[in-house]
T-cell receptor, first 116, second 110 residues
Framework: GAVVSQHPSWVICKSGTSVKIECRSL??????MFWYRQFPKQSLMLMAT?????????EQGVEKDKFLINHASLTLSTLTVTSAHPEDSSFYIC????????????FGPGTRLLVL | QKEVEQDPGPLSVPEGAIVSLNCTYS??????FMWYRQYSRKGPELLMY????GNKEDGRFTAQVDKSSKYISLFIRDSQPSDSATYLC??????????FGAGTTVTVRA
């Protein structure tokens, strides 16, 4: 149980295009999902907290117009990187917290984005 | 000073050895402590979850929390090559935001 999927697993795009990443909780409902970014050999950095049916809460320094988050259902959150540039190339990981349980989050396998 | 400190290693041990990992933290409000394992190019996988001080054992894994010293540990007994990964400590207060350590890269040599 507690499986989280991400799609796509990797994506290569041209500079200036937008990329959408999906995060799904497969066997549980998640009121809250989180989006992280991880650079090589570094730890996870929280970008934003996504709550179903409401606006996402962004961490300091994260541009909300650049990284659009939508959490339209209890099993799906999406992150759209708008007008992507090479500096947006990174490993993006989502996590989901099961509804009604407070102990922890379960992580997806990550999406590797390369912007040329 | 970072909120959570973790030595990034790398740490290399022979197969069968005990792997000892630890993190220190500065925020005394942290109550929930977790260890995640992350293989290269994969998302983190939850290994252990503990609440407040004490020990917790799960198979070859033992997690310890010492809140008085603001110090947590993870021990892996009878280490296997398949245990080679990056191990991340994480902790949080009452809200859901996790604070992560930098991660320690472990290699278990066959």
């Amino acid at each position: 149980g507690a499986v989280v999927s991400q799609h796509p697993s990797w994506v290569i795009c041209k500079s200036g295009t937008s990329v959408k990443i999906e995060c799904r909780s497969l066997d549980f409902q998640a009121t809250t999902m989180f989006w992280y970014r991880q650079f090589p050999k570094q730890s996870l950095m929280l970008m934003a907290t996504s709550n179903e049916g409401s606006k996402a809460t962004y961490e300091q320094g994260v541009e909300k117009d650049k990284f659009l988050i939508n959490h339209a259902s209890l099993t799906l959150s999406t992150l759209t990187v708008t007008s992507a540039h090479p500096e947006d190339s990174s490993f993006y990981i989502c996590s989901a917290k099961p509804s009604g349980r407070v102990e922890t989050q379960y992580f997806g396998p990550g999406t590797r984005l390369l912007v040329l | 000073q970072k909120e959570v400190e973790q030595d990034p290693g790398p740490l290399s041990v022979p197969e069968g050895a005990i792997v000892s990992l630890n993190c220190t933290y500065s925020n005394s409000a942290f109550q929930y402590f977790m260890w995640y394992r992350q293989y290269s190019r994969k998302g983190p996988e939850l290994l252990m979850y503990t609440y407040s001080s004490g020990n917790k054992e799960d198979g070859r894994f033992t997690a310890q929390v010492d809140k008085s010293s603001k110090y947590i540990s993870l021990f892996i007994r009878d280490s296997q090559p398949s245990d080679s990964a990056t191990y991340l400590c994480a902790m949080r207060i009452n809200d859901y935001k996790l604070s992560f350590g930098a991660g320690t890269t472990v290699t278990v040599r066959a």
